[in-house]
């Protein structure tokens, strides 16, 4: 699933190609459950004639502000990906949803896995209220973050994946970020000591930064895979140190990573980086 740098790709994408200013005509929708909100014929009536005045991300959604109020906001989820495309040109087998723009071109959202959702709202809010903080934010410190951790006794890893506690890290960061502050993914929360915080909170925005400066992580060729405007693939998963390397050395130590399953989840770590200590702690 696209997390923070991938969609923050798309975002800058979008800019650059112009999507500021852009008319929506008119909108085709050919898998009717890609849109989550309002209903297809609602979605359909509502956007024709609407502009796009500007274009941003929160969390893991994009979010399109509509001039005259309102917010088309698009989740991407594991397979969906945008591009822009000719009238003309011919669609393909897996365009779901289809904006077609003033001008002669369309953005269509590809999605092989049909999961990708499109919402519209009068308030963003009603999608995107629930989600936590930005982890790049100016206001997210260490402090404001060990605030944050000292009344959760989840395990690190289901907790950095739960969107209202953070919103956009996933599997790939924080794999990443928990290997970077050496911490173990099964950790309480609650238990982590002040160097450990300041840990974490430098490793989370060192990898996102380091992501979004790599312009996303594509890993793999398939036709699911993540891909930003104009099919570009992301060159961060050259830049992994854990993350689907099972087996292969740690960089820091040279253990061989391992791939466990934390909070029903698909983990990597280094078993001598990242020491478990203590008990368990709940999901």
């Known amino acids: 699933m696209p997390e923070l740098p991938e969609v923050q790709t798309v ?139 000292a009344r959760r006794r989840r395990m690190l890893k289901p907790l950095l994946l739960d969107q209202t506690f953070l919103a956009g890290l996933g599997n790939i960061y924080a794999d990443e970020a928990l290997w970077e502050a050496r911490l173990h993914p099964r950790t309480e929360a609650a238990s982590l000591a002040g160097a450990q915080v300041e840990a974490l909170h430098r490793a989370i925005r060192t990898v996102l930064a380091r992501g979004l400066r790599n312009r996303g992580t594509s890993l793999g060729d398939g036709e699911a895979n993540w891909r930003s405007l104009g099919r570009r693939r992301g060159a961060n998963g050259a830049a992994l140190k854990v993350f689907r390397r099972t087996g292969e050395p740690c960089p820091r130590c040279g253990a061989p990573i391992e791939r466990r399953i934390v909070g029903q989840r698909a983990t990597h770590i280094c078993p001598r980086c990242q020491k478990e200590r203590g008990g368990g702690t709940r999901a």
Do not use: N, Q
């Open 11 to 149: 975002v800058d994408d979008l800019a650059r190609a112009g999507i500021a200013g852009a008319r929506i005509r008119s909108v085709d929708v050919l898998w009717r459950r890609s849109i989550a909100a309002p209903s297809e014929a609602e979605f359909r009536a509502r956007i024709a004639g609407r502009t796009i005045a500007a274009c941003g991300r929160r969390g893991k959604f994009i979010v399109f502000d509509l001039a005259g109020g309102g917010h088309i906001l698009v989740h991407l989820r594991m397979s969906g990906r945008l591009h822009f495309a000719a009238a003309a040109a011919p669609r393909e087998a897996h365009d779901r949803v289809v904006f077609r723009l003033a001008g002669g071109r369309e953005l269509r959202l590809h999605d092989t896995r049909k999961f990708a959702r499109v919402y519209l709202a009068a308030d963003a809010a009603a999608v995107l209220g629930a989600l936590g903080p930005e982890p790049l934010a100016e206001g997210f410190t260490a402090e404001f973050l060990r605030s944050r951790l």
